[in-house]
Structure formats: C-alpha cells, structure tokens
C-alpha cells in the first residue's frame, strides 16, 4: 500500500517556504480557478434538471433538511442576516487566514496544506465543468425556496446574484454549486485548526466553523444537502492525492534545476607531469649525483644501488 503523506506527517522541507514565491503562485492557482469556474458555466436547463434531481433524491433519503432551514432564516432577521454575511465574506477571509498562520506557525506543513488545498479546489473545478447546478435558490418558486441574500440585500453589498456585489452578478457563475467549496474550504480550515491548533478555541473554531458553514449555505438556499457531502468528499480526494502532487512537483523542480545548470567541462585527456625542459620522470627514476634522503632508522628505501665509479669518487673526498 502507497505510503500517504498527510499534512500534519511531512517531512520538513529543504527550505523554508518564502512568501514571495508563494503569494503569486496562490494568486496564480486562485486567478485560474475563478476564469475557469466564469468560463464553465453549461446548459441553465441542465442546471435545473440536475438540481431538481439532487432536491428528489433528498427527498427520497429524508434527507431534505433545507426547507426547514431556508425557512427559519427567512423568518428570523436575527438569524437569516448574520448568515448571509457569512456566506459571502467568511469564504473568503477564513480561508487566507488560516493559511497565512500555517505559513508562519507551522512552516514544516504548510506545502502539503497548501498543495491539499489547490488539489481539492482543482477537482472542484471538475465537478462543475461536468455537471452543472441549479442551487435551490434559483429554482421555480414553487419548490419553496427564497433567496435570503436578495429577501436580505438591503443589509449587506450583494443583490439577488449570490455573494456578488450589486451590479456584478455577470462575473460569477451561478450554477457552480456542485459540489460546495464553501463547506470543502471550512473544512480544509477545520482539519488544520483541530490539529495545529494549541488552545481550546481553536480547536472548537475547528469543529464549529465547518459546520456552521453547512448549516449556512442551505439556510440560505445556496447548496444541497448533498452539495455539502460532495463538498467533503472532493476534500478528501484533494487529500489522499496530495503527496503524489508534493512528489511530481519535487521531480519537476529537480529536473528544472539539473536543465539549467552548464554542462560540465569534458575532462582533458592524462598526461605525465612535466620535469623542466619538458622532461619526464617516472616513479623510482633518479637523476646522477642525486643525493639520498635517510629515513630515520637510516634506510633507503627510494635509493637505487650505486654504480662502483660513484663509490670510487665518493670515497676520495
């Protein structure tokens, strides 16, 4: 079985990641993520067919908890307002928070979070390229939704085009609902505050901010039940196919590396050293007259016999 690397199990990283690689390329993956998800946007009639047979098939597993919910957030100001601040701002705020305080309390995980985090949000991308979503609020009147974002809008920057500032409705896609990233994020937020988080807080905020969340986005009418479940599931996807993104990446760096680096100088062929003059000697070759070094117990071991005609001239001096 593949070994799975988790983000609280990394290795500590050769080096300490710098926030100016990093906050482009988070801007890069984020920018890639919103044209792609403007850029997807199918059939509205698909849309609906889809949401309406998510809604039926809630229905049939009496699962169906967001009329009640959608409901009571309509009926209560004191519950429907705040919730739809947190729909439309906390996504969006919670999120970079929680990766900044990895990147400076938990340097060690932050690659395999952060690569978890683009993972998952990438398969996202996949679910609503193929199969795109009518949210509740967007359906016939008759199945009994309301749109608490547009029933509330006069509170907050939004009109009745989901968290969009007024106006600019046309830059986001309405029918991306499938599955939630609202509640795959606060999940992915919840998972690291309940494992690096040091206090007690924290590690409440950890359980209560995803499920609050998924409360959320159905009170509002802005995701199924199951949008939720899809939601979970696409983050647990991300999360077991993180450590082989960490590796292919490493191997891609590697490779970069080893490409720029300049070919090393091929090796000149071996020649013999050079005496003076262009001369050459070779181990154990002496030259006449030359004299002997004496180890300490008085051998030659480096010294060639002596020819009789040098004795004969050492001997007369």
């Not at 938990?106 to 398969?123: D, V």
């Not at 939601?231 to 990446?249: E, I, Q, S």
């Not at 002997?292 to 040098?310: N, Y």
Request: glycine share 8%.
């Amino acid at each position: 079985m593949p070994h799975t690397e988790t983000p609280g199990t990394e290795a500590a990283p050769s080096s300490r990641p710098r926030w100016w690689t990093e906050l482009p390329l988070i801007v890069l993956v984020y920018a890639c993520y919103s044209v792609g998800r403007l850029l997807v946007r199918g059939s509205v009639s698909d849309a609906v067919d889809h949401g309406l047979a998510l809604l039926h098939a809630e229905q049939a597993l009496y699962l169906n908890a967001e009329h009640p919910l959608n409901r009571l957030f309509t009926r209560e100001p004191w519950l429907g307002v705040p919730a739809d601040f947190w729909y439309a701002s906390l996504h969006y705020v919670v999120t970079p928070a929680v990766l900044i305080w990895v990147f400076r309390a938990h340097a060690a995980h932050y690659r395999a979070a952060r690569t978890w985090l683009m993972t998952s949000t990438f398969i996202g991308l996949i679910g609503f390229t193929l199969l795109p979503t009518c949210p509740p609020r967007l359906l016939a009147p008759g199945h009994g939704f309301v749109d608490t974002m547009a029933h509330y809008s006069s509170y907050g920057w939004w009109g009745g085009e989901a968290s969009a500032p007024r106006g600019l409705g046309g830059m986001t896609n309405q029918y991306a609902a499938m599955p939630s990233l609202h509640v795959g994020w606060a999940l992915w937020c919840g998972v690291l505050l309940w494992r690096h988080g040091r206090t007690r807080w924290a590690k409440a905020a950890g359980v209560l901010y995803p499920l609050i969340t998924t409360l959320v986005v159905m009170g509002t009418a802005n995701h199924y039940f199951l949008d939720a479940v899809a939601g979970a599931a696409v983050m647990g996807a991300g999360f077991l196919l993180a450590p082989y993104v960490l590796r292919a990446a490493a191997r891609a760096r590697a490779l970069f590396a080893a490409a720029r680096k300049p070919a090393a100088a091929a090796p000149s062929a071996t020649r013999a050293p050079i005496v003076s003059a262009e001369c050459q000697t070779s181990a154990g070759e002496r030259f006449p007259r030359q004299r002997e070094q004496r180890t300490a117990s008085g051998d030659r071991p480096d010294a060639a016999p002596a020819s009789a005609g040098d004795s004969a001239a050492a001997a007369t001096r």
